[in-house]
């Protein structure tokens, strides 16, 4: 008779086949759930295939780009190719006016449009016109402000081309306009050129601008590039704080240099009722003394020579303004800037008064004039080359013309006008009044 198994072990065994078979039957709602969730994943790393695929893409350029050139000090040693040899060159005709901010036209320093040339290397002087019988295309990039920052004054293509800046991710072309230009005869202008953002994110915090000759467009020998000064390119939020170059008589008198904007020097000198650049220019030429302790002690001798010398690049017009006093009329310009004495029938300029107490007297009518600027009478005869700042007018006078006396007149307003006879207000001189103090 066969032996029995023992029945813990048949049960052991049973319990664990049936173990393995709920093990190896999953729910149709879990096969369901994985499939869903392996379709999700398969989507979204498609979705985010080229993304990926431009990433690496863009980062293996830019090492390949700047790995050579991360050091300019460095570009002049034995192991790096000197510069092509270059005969010609591209320079820019002026420096740039600044501040640059975004959206603004970029311009030279006199307000007229960018002008590239085309010089010879080591004269400066226009090529030869067998270098220029044909139009060039010129095209102008952005470049890291801190491209060449040693003494290196050559660079070859390579170099520059590395320090070209892209904009942005996401972001619109940095240089918009008139980026590509014809030069031809050896020039070309740059009407439009503006920066869509600011420079702040750049390594050196500066951009400059480049010119080149653009690549496969021209054959013959190398080109060198045009670069400018680095620069910053602020928002143009900022523009609204913007000094003016020169100032104008009506702009507030923040817009002056060292006066910033709501800052304490502009609070003290509105305190003061000094709201204007004329304002500000026609105490200085009163009273400069008060006007320096308006300002208080935080105005340092440098801050001040700066501010009275951006103040003095002013435009005054051509409108001049009558005060009479019991010995001497007064004919003063918009600042109140004494341009003629008139005694009698003689006119003087302030430097001819050679007795202390006349020039005591003519000072003092000066502030009395100073004090009620509101009812002068408007001398509407027009001084020669008053399109001029103050620090540009330097004409002569005859000394102690004698002239016909200053007469008076009504318009048919009712205004009333003074002049000299038929002659009319002959030429002065602003070089000796402007260091007086009165």
């Known amino acids: 008779m066969a032996a029995k198994r023992p029945r813990g072990d048949s049960d052991e065994n049973s319990d664990r086949v049936d173990d393995k078979r709920i093990k190896r039957q999953p729910s149709f709602a879990t096969v369901i759930d994985e499939a869903m969730m392996v379709s999700k994943l398969q989507s979204i790393l498609l979705s985010l295939e080229p993304l990926f695929r431009k990433v690496v893409q863009e980062e293996v350029e830019r090492i390949l780009l700047h790995s050579t050139y991360l050091r300019p000090q460095r570009s002049l040693q034995p192991q790096v190719e000197p510069a092509e040899p270059s005969s010609f060159k591209l320079t820019f005709q002026k420096p740039l006016s600044q501040p640059i901010f975004t959206g603004t036209k970029i311009e030279s320093f006199d307000n007229t449009p ?26 102008l990039v952005a470049l890291q402000g801190d491209f060449l ?8 293509s390579d170099e520059f081309n590395g320090w070209i800046v892209k904009e942005r991710t996401g972001k619109r072309p940095l240089l918009i306009g008139d980026v590509t230009v014809m030069l031809r005869d050896g020039a070309a202008l740059v009407s439009e050129l503006y920066f869509t953002d600011n420079s702040s994110w750049g390594k050196s915090g500066m951009f400059k601008i480049g010119a080149r000759v653009v690549p496969g467009s021209y054959r013959g020998p190398r080109i060198r590039e045009a670069m400018t ?3 910053r390119v602020k928002d143009h939020r900022g523009e609204s704080y913007k000094k003016h170059y020169p100032p104008a008589l009506e702009d507030e008198v923040w817009r002056l240099e060292k006066i910033a904007k709501d800052g304490k020097f502009h609070k003290k000198l509105a305190d003061a009722n000094i709201n204007t650049v004329q304002d500000f220019l026609k105490l ?13 002690q935080g105005m340092s001798d440098r801050k001040w020579e700066a501010t009275t010398n951006h103040a003095n690049t002013c435009v005054v017009g051509d409108k001049l303004y009558v005060h009479h006093g019991r010995r001497y009329s007064l004919v003063l310009n918009s600042v109140c800037q004494v341009v003629s004495i008139i005694d009698g029938a003689n006119r003087y300029t302030l430097q001819d008064l050679v007795n202390r107490a006349d020039r005591d007297h003519v000072h003092q009518l000066a502030r009395e004039a100073y004090k009620n600027w509101g009812n002068l009478e408007e001398f509407h005869r027009l001084l020669p080359n008053t399109n001029l700042p103050l620090h540009q007018i330097n004409v002569q006078m005859p000394r102690g013309t004698v002239e016909p006396d200053l007469y008076r007149d009504q318009d048919e307003d009712g205004t009333f006008v003074y002049g000299f006879g038929d002659y009319g207000f002959g030429p002065f001189s602003f070089s000796d009044v402007q260091s007086t103090t009165y």
């Open 149 to 156: 920052a040693g003494d290196q004054e050559d660079w070859t």
């Open 114 to 139: 960018l002008q590239i040339l085309l010089v010879a290397t080591n004269t400066l002087e226009a090529p030869p016109s067998s270098i220029h019988l044909h139009p060039l295309r010129v095209e």
């Open 229 to 231: 000064e680095p620069f």
């Open 284 to 296: 200085w030429f009163v009273d400069p003394q008060s006007l320096r302790q308006i300002l208080g």
